[in-house]
């Protein structure tokens, strides 16, 4: 998987999408388990990127070893924040709204955005739409607004609370300030 860690974005791209039709078709091959690193060395490593990269994690049937859930939500958080932005970000919540259990799905998510914080333009940017995006899924917005509260408390998440208030109602503000 040498083209996977270097090389240039469409030859990575074209690989995406062929896994993507193998998976399709039925004729998928064994992976190593794919992390964001992958993208690291990717020249062009965009939203659309990160958008392939997201859907080979949350579809492909066959890695080795196998994904763990909260493996395959810190490795989707990662490429987000590291190399996404504005469509990612709608891929991302829009992958997590459609899962059993969006709510806890969201709440883990966001617990471990808590955790591992942001650093940089890059990852603030990506950050705000991704928030942005899950508080427009009605399966994904209880969880986000309980989520924002925590982030108005810390320097690096604050700018994201802010970036997405004017999508909040007003008993959800009165909630996040109280």
Same mark, same amino acid.
């Given at each position: 998987?040498? !083209?996977?860690?270097?090389?240039?974005?469409?030859?990575? /791209?074209?690989?995406?999408?062929?896994?993507?039709?193998?998976?399709?078709?039925g004729? $998928? !091959?064994?992976? &190593?388990?794919?992390?964001?690193? *992958?993208?690291?060395?990717?020249?062009?490593?965009?939203?659309d990127?990160?958008?392939?990269?997201?859907?080979?994690?949350?579809e492909?049937?066959r890695?080795?070893p196998?994904?763990? &859930?909260?493996q395959?939500? +810190?490795?989707?958080?990662?490429?987000?924040?590291?190399?996404?932005s =504005?469509?990612?970000?709608?891929?991302?919540?829009?992958?997590? $709204?459609?899962?059993?259990?969006?709510?806890?799905? #969201? #709440?883990?998510?966001?617990?471990?955005?808590?955790?591992? =914080?942001?650093?940089?333009?890059?990852?603030?940017?990506?950050?705000?739409w991704?928030?942005?995006?899950?508080?427009?899924?009605?399966?994904?917005?209880?969880?986000?607004?309980? $989520?924002? *509260?925590?982030?108005?408390? /810390?320097?690096?998440?604050?700018?994201?609370?802010?970036?997405?208030?004017?999508?909040?109602?007003? +008993?959800?503000?009165?909630?996040?300030? $109280?």
């Open positions: 998987m040498a !083209i996977l860690r270097e090389g240039d974005g469409p030859e990575v /791209r074209r690989l995406f999408d062929e896994l993507h039709a193998r998976a399709e078709t004729r $998928s !091959i064994t992976l &190593p388990a794919p992390t964001h690193e *992958w993208l690291a060395g990717v020249d062009q490593a965009d939203d990127m990160v958008v392939r990269f997201l859907d080979l994690l949350w492909y049937p890695f080795d196998p994904l763990m &859930p909260e395959i939500r +810190d490795e989707s958080l990662e490429a987000n924040l590291r190399y996404g =504005g469509r990612s970000g709608f891929h991302h919540a829009l992958i997590i $709204s459609t899962l059993p259990g969006p709510g806890l799905e #969201t #709440t883990e998510l966001l617990h471990r955005l808590n955790a591992r =914080g942001i650093d940089g333009e890059q990852e603030t940017e990506a950050a705000k991704l928030v942005s995006y899950l508080l427009g899924h009605p399966e994904t917005r209880a969880a986000t607004v309980r $989520s924002l *509260w925590w982030m108005l408390e /810390r320097d690096d998440l604050a700018p994201v609370a802010e970036f997405v208030r004017p999508q909040l109602e007003p +008993d959800e503000i009165a909630d996040i300030e $109280s």
